[in-house]
T-cell receptor, first 113, second 111 residues
Framework: KAGVTQTPRYLIKTRGQQVTLSCSPI?????VSWYQQTPGQGLQFLFE???????NKGNFPGRFSGRQFSNSRSEMNVSTLELGDSALYLC????????????FGPGTRLLVL | KQEVTQIPAALSVPEGENLVLNCSFT??????LQWFRQDPGKGLTSLLL?????REQTSGRLNASLDKSSGRSTLYIAASQPGDSATYLC??????????FGSGTRLQVQP
């Protein structure tokens, strides 16, 4: 079974631009979560989607948004990029229970110049 | 607000040594606790998942324990190898289905 895939793997953007990241979960997984990892803040929860609906959201500004499609693939978008948005963005998928392992993708490394 | 702490922040051991990584969390109302491994610049690899009703889980040379009442978990690595060198992250899943992560323990196993 294929793992979680994320595209692109690397991105370089300039301040003020916007970016869209993509995540394809493991087949059969309907829950997709996004996390931001930075050296200063560590891993922080962005949001979680299930059946095309955002169920939970972390403490990030409205510039960070996402969506999920009917095939469970998910995208996250960051508008008006700031230097502090430079990070590794990780996507995780799981079955829809609280007893299941969350499986992470390789991440997208975003550099904002 | 749930907080997860991992000690030590870094650890260097000679090959073959047994070692223990520690994780503590402030709110015992969790669904489960996961240990992950992260290699530099890479994503997270799940090592062990312990449900809130369980006390421990084992996989190969790894053993993780959970004491929910005291808010503690340990990851025991037996007979460490250079390939075990990585950052080990502990995370708890509570309400909102969001994992709260510790800051990790960076492990180096010297040949």
């Amino acid at each position: 079974k294929a793992g979680v895939t994320q595209t692109p793997r690397y991105l370089i953007k300039t301040r003020g631009q916007q970016v869209t990241l993509s995540c394809s979960p493991i087949s059969g997984h309907r829950s997709v979560s996004w996390y931001q990892q930075t050296p200063g803040q560590g891993l922080q929860f962005l949001f979680e989607y299930f059946s095309e609906t955002q169920r939970n959201k972390g403490n990030f500004p409205g510039r960070f948004s996402g969506r999920q499609f009917s095939n469970s693939r998910s995208e996250m978008n960051v508008s008006t990029l700031e230097l502090g948005d430079s990070a590794l963005y990780l996507c995780a998928s799981s079955l829809d229970t609280n007893q299941e392992t969350q499986y992470f993708g390789p991440g997208t490394r975003l550099l904002v110049l | 607000k749930q907080e997860v702490t991992q000690i030590p922040a870094a650890l260097s051991v000679p090959e073959g040594e047994n070692l223990v990584l520690n994780c503590s969390f402030t709110d015992s109302a969790i669904y489960n606790l996961q240990w992950f491994r992260q290699d530099p610049g890479k994503g997270l690899t799940s090592l062990l998942l312990i449900q809130s009703s369980q006390r421990e889980q084992t996989s190969g040379r790894l053993n993780a324990s959970l004491d929910k009442s005291s808010g503690r978990s340990t990851l025991y690595i037996a007979a460490s190898q250079p390939g075990d060198s990585a950052t080990y992250l502990c995370a708890v899943l509570a309400g909102r289905r969001a994992l709260t992560f510790g800051s990790g323990t960076r492990l180096q196993v010297q040949p």
